[in-house]
């Protein structure tokens, strides 16, 4: 059964934010694992794939809360 942390119903705006967190270490794991190729394949939206992965994971000038709660889940998941 799927959760959610903070419901945007209940929170609002803020609630997307570990929406963004699952979404964004669901990339970090999976990722790696896929060929360049099927990445490619799949791809769908505009530009370049791998560069516009390689700009959603890079951070910004100061970390965000959702940042740092990525980040915190990120090492959990690499230890597991």
Do not use: N
Not at 25 to 44: F, G, K, M, N, Q
């Amino acid at each position: 059964m799927p959760s959610d942390l903070y419901p945007e119903g209940l929170v609002g705006v803020r609630g997307y934010s570990d929406d963004l967190v699952h979404a964004a270490l669901v990339l970090h794991r999976t990722l790696p694992a896929l060929s360049p190729e099927v990445l490619a394949d799949c791809w769908r939206g505009e530009g370049d794939v791998h560069q516009v992965v390689e700009e959603i994971r890079q951070p910004g000038p100061r970390p965000s809360p959702a940042r740092r709660l990525f980040e915190r889940f990120r090492g959990w998941a690499d230890a597991g």
